[in-house]
């Protein structure tokens, strides 16, 4: 059973930094898509930053040059970066995991680049909360 747990949030005053980390058992696929999303009250979830089995990575415009996220294989362990921080970026920030390919009750599925879409994600993490004060 997949288990995805995040970890590093807090509270930074704004231009300070965290770095989250999300530490993934039980998750044995050899090409798949990881990422961070997050979600403020009252807004929809949207999607942070996004690796993939190759190390491609994407980001939000909002995020470019400030967060960066890498992947450790030997730990099984996805982190996020955080410089600069915002009191926008303040949300709750989670992780989450997909195959790439893969069978579901809808039937056989393919992506060759990582969406950023957070319906097309199964596996997600309970979330840790990032709050940036000005």
């Known amino acids: 059973q997949v288990q995805l747990v995040e970890s590093g949030g807090g509270s930074v005053q704004s231009g300070g930094s965290l770095r989250l980390s999300c530490a993934a058992s039980?998750?044995?696929?050899?090409?798949?898509?990881m990422g961070w999303f997050r979600q403020a009250p009252g807004k929809e979830r949207e999607g942070v930053a996004i690796i993939d089995s190759d190390g491609t990575t994407s980001y939000a415009d909002s995020v470019k040059g400030r967060f960066t996220i890498s992947q450790d294989n030997a730990k099984n362990t996805l982190y996020l970066q955080m410089n600069s921080l915002k009191p926008e970026d303040t949300a709750m920030y989670y992780c989450?995991?997909?195959?790439?390919?893969?069978?579901?009750?809808?039937?056989?599925?393919?992506?060759?680049?990582?969406?950023?879409?957070?319906?097309?994600?199964?596996?997600w993490g309970q979330g840790t909360q990032v709050t940036v004060s000005s």
């Open positions: 039980g998750y044995t696929y050899s090409s798949y898509c």
């Open positions: 989450t995991a997909q195959p790439r390919w893969g069978e579901t009750s809808g039937g056989y599925y393919y992506t060759s680049s990582c969406p950023e879409i957070s319906g097309w994600y199964n596996y």
